[in-house]
T-cell receptor, first 116, second 110 residues
Framework: GAVVSQHPSWVICKSGTSVKIECRSL??????MFWYRQFPKQSLMLMAT?????????EQGVEKDKFLINHASLTLSTLTVTSAHPEDSSFYIC????????????FGPGTRLLVL | GQNIDQPTEMTATEGAIVQINCTYQ??????LFWYQQHAGEAPTFLSY????GLEEKGRFSSFLSRSKGYSYLLLKELQMKDSASYLC???????????FGAGTRLFVKA
């Protein structure tokens, strides 16, 4: 089956620093990747849709200058949380759609970010 | 607007059958997913329904009625490891976004 990896799985950083999270599709090419954020006991909230070779599409209320997304290749998308603050602490999950396998999204294992 | 409703919590007994319902009202529809999510982990794919009817896959079955905006996930022969959140999600035709419900937390007791 389709495998998506994320790195790192855990990040603890100081307030004001920037954190980069990588999302890779390991055995398929993903023209579209999605970035979600999930707070404890809440559902997934879509942050942005990342398309290879073009600018990401951000959901309403998500600051594009704070959450920088780059989708430079068909297997890699990155999310950079710039000038992180404690309220950015959350579980960040990426997913990728394998176009050859229909509309199913496959999720990465997630990255837990803690900003002190 | 976009709205997906599912019960917040359910409890069932090991070995039993449980049905988790989901109703949706979305501007577009291109299929419905069920995902399983254990605490602290990312969701894993369970099923995808785009046509009306029942899809069976081992102990898990998923049903869809597009005219009623309704789906359910049926879990048979419950095991303790089935304790998790189950997310109902609708694929929107607009931007091909997937809209997630809040999830149903299932507790399986011995």
């Amino acid at each position: 089956g389709a495998v998506v990896s994320q790195h790192p799985s855990w990040v603890i950083c100081k307030s004001g620093t920037s954190v980069k999270i990588e999302c890779r599709s390991l055995d398929f090419q993903a023209t579209t990747m999605f970035w979600y954020r999930q707070f404890p006991k809440q559902s997934l909230m879509l942050m942005a849709t990342s398309n290879e070779g073009s600018k990401a599409t951000y959901e309403q209320g998500v600051e594009k200058d704070k959450f920088l997304i780059n989708h430079a290749s068909l297997t890699l998308s990155t999310l950079t949380v710039t000038s992180a603050h404690p309220e950015d602490s959350s579980f960040y999950i990426c997913s990728a759609r394998d176009g050859g396998q229909g509309e199913t999204q496959y999720f990465g294992p997630g990255t837990r970010l803690l900003v002190l | 607007g976009q709205n997906i409703d599912q019960p917040t919590e359910m409890t069932a007994t090991e070995g039993a059958i449980v049905q988790i319902n989901c109703t949706y009202q979305t501007s577009g529809f291109n299929g419905l997913f069920w995902y399983q999510q254990h605490a602290g982990e990312a969701p894993t794919f369970l099923s995808y329904n785009v046509l009306d009817g029942l899809e069976e896959k081992g102990r898990f079955s998923s049903f869809l009625s597009r005219s009623k905006g309704y789906s359910y996930l049926l879990l048979k022969e419950l095991q303790m490891k089935d304790s998790a959140s189950y997310l109902c999600a609708v694929l929107d035709t607009g931007g091909f976004k997937t809209i997630f419900g809040a999830g149903t937390r299932l507790f399986v007791k011995a």
